[in-house]
């Protein structure tokens, strides 16, 4: 009877733990807090950033990984812009408008805990990047698509502190457009980029 006990309370163990694996990106966040801790160690300077936000999931980790830090929080809050769209659809990728629509800026700023260190940037980027002059320790990319995606790593790999990181999301995801603006980026500028093991096959850029 007890061993039938232990062998039912391990089953429910073993389950709980792979959807709990299946549903977050255990590689992922755990590499944001072995950066974070070595950008803390090297007593980096700068701000912090996010573009593409969605829901805030990523973000949330972020701040709190940083919470003495500044974080800018890019996107549209109304899902991909049609004229990144248009660019998908050219290089064979894919996108529909109403993809990544259902979030706004409330949903996202409740996750945050630190909401005082962050500013909003709501719009198209790179149009949303005006007038943002801060240098950055590190950057998460999480757009999806091509033409943000691309636009994003020359914005702030420009303004990235020595010694500073940017992960670029979905490099394997099932929308490929950012696989391209990674390559794309990479080779015209002769930087390199590492994969990681993430669900999503994110890269990261450091300087």
């Known amino acids: 009877m007890i061993d039938a006990i232990v062998r039912l309370i391990r089953e429910i163990v073993i389950s709980w733990l792979i959807r709990l694996f299946a549903s977050s990106d255990i590689v992922r966040w755990q590499m944001l807090k072995l950066i974070a801790d070595e ?22 980790l972020i701040n709190e990984q940083f919470p003495e830090k500044k974080l800018y929080l890019f996107d549209t809050f109304d899902g991909f812009d049609e004229r990144d769209i248009k660019t998908e659809v050219k290089i064979g990728g894919y996108g529909k408008k109403n993809d990544f629509k259902n979030n706004n800026i409330e949903l996202v700023m409740k996750k945050m805990k630190y909401p005082n260190n962050c500013i909003i940037k709501k719009g198209w980027f790179p149009e949303s990047g005006n007038g943002v002059e801060d240098r950055f320790l590190f950057v998460s990319i999480d757009t999806d698509l091509f033409e943000p995606t691309y636009h994003g790593l020359k914005f702030f790999y ?18 490929f457009g950012a696989k391209q603006a990674v390559r794309k980026f990479s080779k015209e500028y002769n930087i390199p980029y590492v994969p990681l093991s993430d669900l999503c096959g994110s890269v990261v850029f450091s300087k």
């Open 39 to 60: 950008i803390r160690e090297k007593n980096i300077d700068g701000s912090i950033a996010e573009l593409g936000v969605y829901k805030g999931d990523f973000a949330k």
């Open 158 to 175: 420009d303004r990235l502190e020595k010694g500073g990181y940017i992960f670029v999301h979905d490099y394997n995801g099932k929308l």
